[in-house]
């Protein structure tokens, strides 16, 4: 970098770190008391509010739940002006309502007779400690604000509320086809903290937005330096300062005599377990050192939670059709989708490379995942997950797959994560006689919410067993799960197994007004988009706005990928 690009990126942190602060409040603040000067009495009245007050409206402005909004900020004292310190106050009441939400779950647990239901609530709590975490990240992060990374941390408090929202509405998918009013109760406990964990999103994105906005030159050009030079400065095959050199080479290399893991589990008794589960126990838990555990060759039948606190965790098999964990649990042997997962992968800094992971409960089971992502800052390298119905479950956070395979019949890459998909491959299997298929089910509830399923440079074919009927079965790229639903498949193969109109509805209208589907710069013969849907949340988009959807620009701080030592491309792929 030039001193002089230097000098201009230190004066565009200066202004972030003098706007960040006080531009909700101030430049609010204005349009408030502007739009009340209309009449005597209207600006009377402004003079006699506090000047707590003010702020706390001008934090509030962009909400839309106001009074909630209010309210939970009043709790920050009658003197506090300052927007930092009154977005804490509303993560303070968000948090403790999500607690006395959980509780709830605890007590109507107690009293819920129908299993389902029973599970449902059980799930709840554990994720409503998840959302809790989230909002305390966010809180913590508030209050340690490193005004030199001002992109770094925008992400991160969008990223968290968002998964926080995410967590309170897999709570209440819990409920579906179970019985009583549990359900319904639970629902308006979450009531109140749905509101709250909306508002702080509203608050947080209203900033990051004044300042995307802003009509200074040099700030807006620097900004841009702040979050897309870390990827060309770092490169492709750097690591993680945290990481020594044989654990590099091991990401690097097929694992050897000369490269030793941490951990070894193995099935033919060569390594320390010949179990995961029971090579759980050694995991260190919430490191910040990288961690290795190498699975040898072998299918490993049990399912496997890899716990939030297992950060910095990397699994590394011999291969994707060599190492193998598989696992059958299914909602119609009464688990709750959350739960069916054969593998979940909770704990941040989580890498897998060269694993395979199956449900193997089969199309007759109907929702059975092979993998759960929650993981912030997750990467999976040359992994394939194979399954039917919800193969993939992208739940939360920021995750990042490349050179992958994904195999399944319905909804088969689903959730509410910024997930990026790079060199991968969808293969659609053969369905039951009465179904067809969807590749793409994403979860967005909130228009704010930074998250999206994106397939760059992928290729969307056919599985085997599903070639010779690819006539008698119909085929679809996505349908809207949640309201907001955001799909982008772009610079990709499209076989000609998916239909003309490309996007398929989930229920009646819902979501085709507010979801944002587009395709780009795809190829192949299912790629012409000339009989797409005609929703108003099918999108045609220019290049540019396609760009806005590549790992370096929509995975804000994303030099987390390449530190991983994995191919990354953080633009636009040549093709």
């Known amino acids: 970098m030039s001193n002089d690009a230097a000098r201009k990126k230190k004066v565009a942190i200066a202004a972030a770190s003098a706007l960040i602060l006080v531009v909700a409040a101030v430049a609010v603040v204005a349009a408030v008391t502007k739009s009340s000067s209309g009449s005597g009495d209207a600006q009377g009245e402004t003079k006699q509010v506090s000047a707590t007050m003010k702020a706390i409206q001008a934090m509030c402005q962009p909400t839309d739940y106001k009074e909630a909004c ?26 403790k309502k999500i607690s006395e939400a ?25 994720l409503m400690e998840y959302a809790i975490d989230d909002l305390q990240n966010s809180f913590d992060k508030l209050g340690a604000l490193d005004m030199s990374k001002v992109d770094e941390f925008l992400a991160d408090l969008k990223t968290w509320l968002s998964a926080s929202i995410t967590y309170q509405e897999t709570c209440l998918d819990g409920f579906e086809n179970a019985t009583g009013d549990a359900g319904e109760k639970m629902r308006k406990a979450l009531n109140s903290t749905a ?3 909306s508002n702080g999103l509203a608050m947080v994105t209203e900033i990051s937005s004044v300042l995307t906005n802003l009509n200074l030159n040099f700030l807006s050009g620097n900004r841009k330096l702040l979050q897309d030079t870390e990827v060309e400065v770092l490169g492709h095959g750097e690591f993680p300062l945290w990481m020594d050199p044989v654990k590099r080479r091991l990401l690097q290399a097929k694992v050897g005599a000369d490269l ?25 838990l919430k490191s910040n050192n990288t961690f290795v555990l190498y699975i040898k060759e072998g299918v490993y039948r049990e399912q496997v939670i890899f716990d939030k606190k297992m950060t910095h965790l990397v699994v590394i098999g011999d291969g994707p059709t ?33 694993i395979g992971f199956e449900n193997d409960a089969g199309a007759i089971k109907h929702q059975a995942v092979a993998l759960r992502v929650q993981s912030d800052f997750s990467v999976f390298y040359n992994c394939h997950m194979d399954g039917y119905q919800d193969t993939l479950y992208t739940h939360a956070h920021r995750q990042f797959y490349r050179d992958c395979t994904i195999t399944g019949t319905i909804d088969f890459i689903f959730g509410d994560a910024g997930a990026i ?18 590749v793409t089910a994403q979860g967005r509830k909130e228009r704010r919410q930074p998250s999206a399923i994106i397939l760059q440079n992928c290729t969307i074919s056919a599985d085997a067993s599903y070639l010779p009927v690819k006539d008698q079965f119909r085929s679809f790229l996505g349908r809207p799960w949640k309201q907001y639903s955001r799909t982008i498949i772009m610079q990709s193969y499209i076989d000609d197994i998916i239909q003309p109109e490309g996007w398929l509805p989930w229920l009646g209208d819902f979501g085709l007004n507010t979801c944002f589907y587009s395709e780009f710069g795809n190829r192949g013969p299912g790629s012409s988009t000339a009989g797409r849907a005609k929703w108003r949340g099918v999108k045609t988009i220019t290049a540019e ?4 959807f590549t790992a370096g620009r929509f995975l804000r701080g994303s030099a987390w990928i390449p530190k991983f030592g994995v191919p990354f491309t953080a633009g636009m792929v040549a093709v």
């Not at 003197?79 to 993560?91: H, Q, R, S, Y």
């Not at 959980?102 to 554990?126: G, I, M, Y």
């Not at 706005?545 to 806005?548: L, S």
């Open 102 to 126: 959980a509780e709830k779950s605890v007590t109507l647990k107690e009293l819920a007779k129908d299993p389902r239901t029973s599970q449902a609530l059980e799930n709840c709590k554990e």
């Open 545 to 548: 706005h396609a760009a806005d």
């Open 70 to 95: 209010v309210k939970s900020l009043e709790t920050a004292g009658p003197n506090v002006t300052d927007p930092k310190e009154l977005i804490k106050a509303g993560f303070n009441v968000a948090m």
């Open 260 to 284: 030793k893991p941490d951990l070894v589990v193995a099935k033919d008794g060569s390594g320390k377990y010949k179990t995961i589960t029971e090579a759980l126990k050694d995991i260190p």
């Open 421 to 438: 998909f790079q060199n991968c491959k969808m293969l659609v299997r053969r369905p039951l006689d009465n179904q067809q298929c969807i």
């Open 322 to 354: 060599k190492t193998r964990i598989v696992y059958n649990s299914n909602y119609v042997d009464g688990v709750n989708t959350f739960k069916t997962a054969t593998v979940s992968a909770l704990g941040d800094y989580f890498f897998a490379k060269d």
């Open 195 to 197: 509101e709250l964990t």
